[in-house]
């Protein structure tokens, strides 16, 4: 195989691999090293290409090193096979043929990159591998001749260019569909976020993630932030630890709800979960199909959010909420431990004996905790047994989830339904593309009680002992204790103050927003939506005729264009010949028919002696150039020419 | 099927270029699938992305490989005549109005020749054809193809450009069978110059071929000096076909080598063929008008 596809190649396998060794054992890049150096050994007749046997144990080897270094076969283990394969397959390379099926599996690997990082980055750095792989692809085509790699590299960049538009037409028009069958997920490392199970400790986790949860662009303006309660699901489920979500399979679907007042359209772009349920504004509907109201006002998506995933929501935030409510959802949302507590139940027979009015209640717990002195603290010390009465009466230190479950709790026990909500609050809004990026950090936890003639209403203790948290963020609420991002010191988030930096940051943001947004999101729904607002393309044959139409214009373009009539030209020396010629008609003297370049040249020197030397060093070297050698034509040539002009003026 | 017509000098229209896919391209096309169903299955819109930049990357390669062979311009060159069971050897020049990379050349069936055509100028392919038989040769049609510059497409024509070359028969070495045109042997006399006895030196003339220098002298340091033959009278050699047993065509191949034979020893000889006399002579000239003798014999004089 040719030197210059050799080189492309091994060049190509170490840019296709490189990205993996975040998720892929990284001895891979030593076996890729390894392999490439004995091809080039072969290439130079050093050493033969192994013989079968020691492919064999090669083989051998490395599925043993997968096999100890993977947990179970899952996608990671099938991608760290596909790597190991495409590395190998160098040292069974003998024919072109060979090499194919080499840059094949190339490509197969970028793909199968993008399912552990679609990012832009990882995108536009996968164009890297993609053009060196095109370029041993073309390599395998060219002669043996030696050529410079750079030509080659040059020419597989023109290509990719030209290939551009149609790759536009192709990712607009071609039609999405969803998930023919489900396979194996990527295991996101360190994945964070809600769970159907939480414990104070489990905030305190999140709130030291600054990773993106999901981004919300709104239609019209952003409502205030005091109203951005994210709710993700209901835990109501108490067991004197932590709450965690009732296990009762059978709930009824949809809950009864009016809805009331204005609607609020935004479109979330939610980052990959591995949970079912997505976020909104209550009470939140979408078009997005597959996903259904649940019981608690929650957006349950059929399979868990292994990808980037947009959809539209509607939102009623005025809407009333289940008037009637049943009675096995009233029951859960009056469960308490047999047992443990005592002062906080205590308590609440006390506020249930001073009010008679359930909100009246409320706003007694509220004031409860705006006036005496309780912290919002991400530190809170350790507590005993009783978690609620440690904090309510102890400590009076905690966060969202302490001050939500300890008035959860009591509510419960004053024989209010109540019931834990967890979800995000708040965000940070990026004015320049109206919208707003949500982080793990906004994790938050609220209450909903619930009264016959109101429905569902929702209380936030937070708001009452640390306002700041709802109304400006974390990182003001816990500005004194210093433990915003404690754990990141480089977190560019820190240094929102520094105005540049934030620039930056929320720049290179907003770009990351339209990728997700109109790129990674761009799926069946979106696709649609944006079919019929932009081209007008409602149905599938007004699709398919748009494709081919679409398809064909930038293919006849290059073609015209690779054609070119206008530019069809004779060589480089009739062209400097006729600018000769067209240089001394000027002065009157025109070749005549038949008469040779040579008697045309001393004809010319002879009418025009003060320029006979350039006229005959210009005849003699097109002479040369002509007849004698053809390869060094150019440069002498125009310098003869353009001297010849200098001295005619 | 558009074919061109035969010519010495052809090029290279739109419509008689054609164009299949590889067998790369085939394997392409099914690697494409298992890319759109990861695509698909993962909702993953950078696999999307690739494989429709995979795809056209495709469908603009088939553009430049149609494109490597458009305004081709193929031109027929000399062809060297040959000898039964050897190879003869077609040159073919090859044009562009601009550069071409990686032109394969080749007869149908055979391996093909890579070529690039430079910014200027042509570039020259030596193809060579196996002789069979003796008398004309006539190339087959030229296949000329593209795979550039992926090698999913390849864009090929069909072209003749008239070529042939004169084969002559095969050489073999039989039992002797010159004979004298004069009949008698050994009783003549030496009758002036020629080229059978030996007779002395002389000084070197400017006229006198290289072939009877006496290097041995010179190297001595006696200085150039020319071996004398004296030539029997009427003793040229006589090479007739008819005259021998056997077979036409082993006859026509002992007549070659014994021609061969006798133009390298330089002695003057006469050939009849067919009612035809040629010489005697001697010389490249007669050699050539020989052995084109031998070749078409009972083939006729066409192309």
């Known amino acids: 195989m040719p030197r210059h596809a050799l080189s492309w190649l091994l060049?190509?396998?170490?840019?296709?691999?490189?990205?993996?060794?975040?998720?892929?054992?990284?001895?891979?890049?030593?076996?890729?090293?390894?392999?490439?150096?004995?091809?080039?050994?072969?290439?130079?007749?050093?050493?033969?290409l192994p013989p079968s046997w020691l492919k064999g144990l090669l083989l051998l080897a490395v599925l043993l090193g997968l096999a100890l270094s993977s947990s179970g076969f899952d996608l990671n283990a099938a991608a760290a096979l596909l790597v190991a394969a495409f590395i190998l397959k160098v040292?069974?390379?003998?024919?072109?043929?060979?090499?194919?099926?080499?840059?094949?599996?190339?490509?197969?690997?970028?793909?199968?990159?993008?399912?552990?990082?679609?990012?832009?980055?990882?995108?536009?750095?996968?164009?890297?591998?993609?053009?060196?792989?095109?370029?041993?692809?073309?390599?395998?085509?060219?002669?043996?001749?030696?050529?410079?790699?750079?030509?080659?590299?040059?020419?597989?960049?023109?290509?990719?260019?030209?290939?551009?538009?149609?790759?536009?037409?192709?990712?607009?028009?071609?039609?999405?569909?969803?998930?023919?069958?489900?396979?194996?997920?990527?295991?996101?490392?360190?994945?964070?976020?809600?769970?159907?199970?939480?414990?104070?400790?489990?905030?305190?986790?999140?709130?030291?993630?600054?990773?993106?949860?999901?981004?919300?662009?709104?239609?019209?303006?952003?409502?205030?932030?005091t109203e951005l309660y994210w709710r993700a699901l209901t835990l109501e489920r108490f067991d004197g630890r932590e709450w965690s979500q009732d296990a009762a399979p059978a709930w009824p679907s949809a809950p009864q709800w009016q809805a009331q007042g204005e609607p609020l359209r935004y479109?979330?772009?939610?980052?990959?979960?591995?949970?079912?349920?997505?976020?909104?504004?209550?009470?939140?509907?979408?078009?997005?199909?597959?996903?259904?109201?649940?019981?608690?006002?929650?957006?349950?998506?059929?399979?868990?959010?292994?990808q980037p995933l947009l959809y539209p929501v509607t939102s009623w935030p005025a809407a009333v909420r289940e008037l009637t409510a049943p009675a096995a959802t009233l029951q859960r949302a009056l469960q308490l431990p047999d047992a443990g507590n005592p002062q906080a139940r205590l308590w609440a027979r006390q506020l249930r004996a001073d009010h008679d009015q359930p909100q009246a209640l409320v706003q007694a717990m509220l004031s409860h905790f705006r006036e005496q002195p309780y912290v919002y603290s991400l530190r809170p010390p350790p507590v005993g047994v009783h978690i609620i009465d440690d904090f309510l009466f102890a400590s009076r230190k905690g966060f969202c989830l302490h001050y939500a479950g300890?008035?959860?709790?009591?509510?419960?026990?004053?024989?209010?339904?109540?019931?834990?909500?967890?979800?995000?609050?708040?965000?940070?809004?990026?004015?320049?593309?109206?919208?707003?990026?949500?982080?793990?950090?906004?994790?938050?936890?609220w209450v909903e009680y619930w009264l016959p003639e109101l429905g569902w209403q929702r209380v936030d203790p937070t708001f009452a002992v640390a306002p700041e948290r709802i109304e400006q963020g974390l990182e003001q609420a816990v500005d004194e204790e210093q433990s915003f991002l404690a754990d990141a010191p480089l977190n560019l988030l820190r240094y929102r103050d520094i105005s540049w930096l934030n620039g930056?940051?929320?720049?290179?943001?907003?770009?990351?927003?339209?990728?997700?947004?109109?790129?990674?999101?761009?799926?069946?729904?979106?696709?649609?939506?944006?079919?019929?607002?932009?081209?007008?393309?409602?149905?599938?044959?007004?699709?398919?005729?748009?494709?081919?139409?679409?398809?064909?214009?930038?293919?006849?373009?290059l073609t015209v264009w690779l054609i070119a009539p206008?530019?069809?030209?004779?060589?480089?020396?009739?062209?400097?010949?006729?600018?000769?010629?067209?240089?001394?008609?000027?002065?009157?003297?025109?070749?005549?028919?038949?008469?040779?370049?040579?008697?045309?040249?001393?004809?010319?020197?002879?009418?025009?002696a003060a320029q006979r030397e350039p006229i005959l060093t210009f005849a003699r070297l097109h002479e040369q150039a002509r007849y004698a050698d053809q390869s060094q034509s150019g440069h002498g040539l125009r310098a003869a020419l353009t001297r010849l002009r200098r001295c005619l003026r | 099927m558009r074919r061109l017509p035969a010519a010495r000098h052809v090029r290279l229209a739109p419509r008689q270029v054609f164009i299949l896919p590889t067998r790369a391209g085939w394997a392409l096309a099914a690697a494409v699938g298992p890319m759109l169903l990861v695509a698909v299955n993962y909702q993953n819109s950078p696999a999307y992305a690739l494989t429709f930049l995979l795809v056209s990357l495709a469908l603009v390669s088939l553009l430049h490989a149609w494109r490597t062979l458009l305004g081709v311009e193929l031109r027929a060159g000399p062809a060297e005549s040959t000898f039964a069971g050897q190879a003869a050897c077609f040159q073919i020049f090859l044009g562009a109005d601009s550069a071409r990379s990686a032109i394969a050349l080749g007869w149908p069936g055979m391996e093909r020749v890579l070529v690039d055509i430079p910014e200027t100028g042509e570039a020259r392919v030596e193809?060579?054809?196996?002789?069979?038989?003796?008398?004309?040769?006539?190339?087959?049609?030229?296949?000329?193809?593209?795979?550039?510059?992926?090698?999913?497409?390849?864009?090929?024509?069909g072209v003749d450009l008239q070529q042939q070359a004169l084969v002559y028969p095969q050489p073999t070495s039989g039992s002797p069978m010159r004979s004298r045109a004069g009949g008698g042997d050994g009783d003549g006399q030496p009758a002036g110059e020629g080229v059978d006895d030996f007779r002395g030196l002389r000084q070197h003339q400017p006229a006198d071929g290289a072939r009877r220098l006496d290097w041995k002298a010179f190297s001595r340091g006696q200085g150039l000096r020319v071996k004398e033959f004296a030539a029997w009278a009427g003793g040229d050699w006589l090479l007739d076909l008819d005259s021998l047993p056997g077979?036409?065509?082993?006859?026509?191949?002992?007549?070659?080598?014994a021609v061969l034979e006798l133009c390298s020893e330089g002695r003057p000889f006469e050939l009849r063929v067919a009612g035809k006399r040629l010489g005697p002579a001697i010389g490249a000239a007669h050699r050539e008008a020989c052995l084109r003798a031998l070749a078409l014999h009972g083939l006729g004089e066409a192309s």
């Not at chain 1, 709790?409 to 109206?434: D, K, T």
């Not at chain 1, 060589?571 to 010949?577: A, E, F, G, N, V």
């Open chain 1, 11 to 48: 060049t190509a396998q170490l840019l296709v691999i490189l990205p993996f060794v975040a998720y892929l054992p990284a001895w891979l890049v030593l076996l890729w090293l390894g392999c490439a150096a004995w091809r080039v050994q072969v290439y130079r007749m050093r050493v033969p």
């Open chain 1, 91 to 225: 040292l069974e390379m003998h024919r072109r043929r060979d090499a194919l099926v080499v840059v094949f599996l190339g490509f197969f690997v970028l793909v199968t990159g993008f399912l552990f990082d679609s990012g832009l980055l990882a995108t536009l750095y996968s164009l890297v591998p993609f053009v060196a792989l095109l370029a041993a692809l073309i390599g395998l085509q060219e002669s043996e001749l030696a050529r410079r790699p750079v030509r080659t590299l040059r020419l597989a960049g023109t290509l990719l260019l030209q290939a551009l538009p149609l790759l536009l037409v192709l990712f607009v028009l071609f039609p999405r569909l969803g998930p023919l069958w489900s396979l194996p997920q990527v295991k996101q490392q360190g994945v964070s976020g809600l769970s159907d199970r939480m414990a104070p400790g489990d905030i305190v986790e999140l709130s030291q993630s600054s990773a993106l949860a999901f981004r919300v662009g709104f239609d019209g303006a952003a409502p205030p932030r």
């Open chain 1, 267 to 306: 479109s979330v772009v939610m980052e990959p979960s591995n949970r079912t349920w997505l976020y909104g504004l209550d009470v939140a509907q979408t078009e997005l199909p597959r996903v259904r109201q649940g019981a608690d006002f929650r957006l349950e998506h059929w399979r868990p959010v292994d």
């Open chain 1, 406 to 445: 300890a008035m959860t709790f009591v509510l419960r026990a004053a024989g209010i339904p109540a019931r834990l909500v967890v979800g995000y609050q708040g965000g940070e809004y990026n004015p320049s593309g109206n919208y707003l990026t949500v982080r793990q950090f906004d994790a938050h936890a």
């Open chain 1, 504 to 557: 930056l940051r929320l720049g290179w943001e907003r770009i990351n927003y339209g990728w997700q947004r109109w790129v990674l999101g761009y799926q069946a729904d979106q696709q649609w939506r944006v079919l019929k607002e932009w081209f007008g393309i409602l149905d599938g044959r007004a699709l398919a005729g748009a494709l081919l139409l679409l398809l064909g214009a930038p293919l006849l373009l």
């Open chain 1, 566 to 608: 206008w530019r069809r030209r004779a060589d480089p020396l009739s062209r400097q010949y006729a600018r000769f010629e067209a240089l001394l008609a000027r002065h009157g003297l025109r070749r005549a028919i038949g008469e040779g370049p040579r008697d045309f040249a001393e004809r010319a020197a002879q009418a025009l």
């Open chain 2, 127 to 157: 193809l060579l054809l196996p002789a069979l038989r003796r008398g004309w040769l006539v190339a087959p049609r030229l296949r000329v193809e593209s795979r550039f510059p992926l090698g999913l497409w390849v864009a090929w024509s």
């Open chain 2, 247 to 257: 077979p036409l065509e082993e006859r026509l191949s002992r007549l070659c080598q």
